[in-house]
């Protein structure tokens, strides 16, 4: 019938996809609208943004923690202790990288641009990035915990 998973694994391997799938998507887009458009890469790095859309698909792994029929319990306390660990080691990592790409934004136009500030049009990359980071960190973080076999066990 296949591996057993929680459903936290099965939610985490959903949203790495997903975000794989995304970013693989973003990054064959940018060059392919430059190219058709005859536009430079910077120029066309906007309109493909639209395929970040596509990380709503990420709530379809909350279909992993319906209940199944004849099962008594989806989630004990270790997954539970699991989630809320990997959703605190995400948060800690996407401040980091928030801060990190905040300043760095800011630097990089200051001293390379002379620019004074960070045009609006930086900060909802900013705020998509941040949210690649904590998703992906804390699905990492889930199977890492897990022991990437797969496996439901507790050894």
């Known amino acids: ?4 998973m929680s459903p936290n694994q099965r939610a985490a391997r959903l949203t790495l996809a997903v975000i794989g799938v995304t970013l693989l998507l973003y990054m064959t887009a940018v060059p392919l609208l430059a190219w058709c ?16 859309g596509l990380l709503g698909l990420i709530g379809l792994g909350r279909r992993y923690y319906q209940p199944v029929v004849g099962q008594t319990t989806m989630m004990d306390e270790r997954d539970k202790r699991i989630e809320e660990r990997s959703r605190i080691i995400g948060f800690s990592v996407f401040w980091v990288v928030w801060v990190i790409g905040s300043v760095g934004a ?3 136009l200051r001293y390379v641009a002379n620019c004074e500030t960070i045009p609006v049009e930086t900060l909802p990359m900013l705020v998509v990035a941040g949210f690649l980071v904590f998703m992906m960190v804390q699905s990492v973080s889930i199977l890492a915990q897990y022991g990437w076999s797969g496996h439901n066990d507790p050894t």
């Open 106 to 108: 800011w630097a990089l």
């Open 37 to 52: 458009f005859h536009q430079p890469l910077i120029m066309a790095a906007g309109p493909a943004s639209g395929v970040f």
């Open 1 to 4: 019938m296949g591996i057993k």
